[in-house]
């Protein structure tokens, strides 16, 4: 059985990844940037495939601070 998850929050500003145990205490962490385009209109634009990539980042980072190995998380 897995004994810990990974949590992510793609926010419109940053990136945020966690490795939790079950009992929701948090053994990871890592944040990035969320970039975004400004258009003249005032819509803000966000690449998605950069978008995946820093959120993969913040995931690798999070996995090796936890220092567990990753066959153990869901």
Same mark, same amino acid.
């Given at each position: 059985?897995?004994?810990?998850?990974?949590? +992510?929050?793609?926010?419109?500003?940053? !990136?945020?990844?966690?490795?939790?145990?079950? $009992? @929701?205490? +948090?053994?990871?962490?890592?944040?990035? !940037?969320?970039?975004?385009i400004r258009?003249? $209109? @005032?819509?803000?634009?966000?690449?998605?495939?950069?978008?995946?990539?820093?959120?993969?980042?913040?995931?690798?980072?999070a996995?090796?601070?936890s220092?567990?190995?990753?066959v153990?998380?869901?």
């Amino acid at each position: 059985m897995k004994t810990f998850v990974t949590a +992510v929050d793609c926010g419109t500003t940053a !990136i945020k990844a966690a490795v939790f145990d079950l $009992n @929701g205490t +948090v053994h990871g962490m890592s944040s990035g !940037i969320c970039p975004q385009i400004r258009r003249s $209109n @005032g819509h803000i634009e966000t690449r998605v495939n950069t978008l995946a990539n820093n959120a993969f980042t913040c995931i690798r980072k999070a996995v090796s601070r936890s220092r567990i190995n990753p066959v153990n998380i869901a």
